[in-house]
């Protein structure tokens, strides 16, 4: 047996929030339904729905004006690091985004999350190195950290 939703939510591998999709019986009456993701086409849904646009537009609005401000505070950022050197080249450990968030909200006070840095491995050695910073979707400036030897 088949049921038809209209999707509440983003499903993976289903759909997105709007469409009208046909789902098992158990995947909609254990899954989908529960957790609020979907909803029997009806026109209380179909406004719900509506609703739910409207707020998550506004909250997009308010993410993307945020994510704005916080880029023009890390405009042209150099983030400072002083580190133990083994050789006066190579770091006695790495800087990782523990010490780079550290140092960002030290020298601009601007509040990060660490799945914001994007750093693929830990900074091994003295340098300089440009660190891309996704705020938002639309939004990623680009800050320098400068690893100095301690």
């Known amino acids: 047996m088949a049921t038809e939703l209209l999707l509440l939510s983003d499903v993976e591998h289903l759909g997105k929030a709007g469409e009208v999709v046909t789902v098992k019986d158990g995947y909609a009456r254990n899954y989908l339904l529960p957790q609020d993701l979907a909803a029997p086409v009806t026109k209380h849904a179909l406004r719900r729905l ?3 646009r409207k707020e998550r537009e506004e909250l997009a609005k308010l993410q993307l004006a945020e994510a704005n401000a916080k880029a023009a ?12 050197t083994v050789d006066g080249i190579r770091l006695y450990g ?11 909200k030290e020298s601009k006070n ?3 999350d660490k799945t914001q840095i994007d750093l693929a491995e830990p900074i091994r ?11 938002h979707a639309k939004v990623a400036p ?3 950290v400068a690893v100095v030897e301690e």
């Not at 505070?73 to 133990?84: E, S, Y």
């Not at 990782?96 to 550290?102: F, K, Q, R, S």
């Open 73 to 84: 505070q890390l405009k042209d950022a150099v983030i400072t690091i002083k580190a133990k």
């Open 125 to 135: 050695e003295v340098g300089e190195f440009e660190i891309t910073v996704k705020l």
């Open 94 to 104: 790495s800087v990782g985004v523990a010490e780079i968030l550290a140092g960002v």
């Open 110 to 112: 601007v509040d990060l």
């Open 50 to 52: 509506e609703k739910l």
């Open 142 to 144: 680009v800050i320098k």
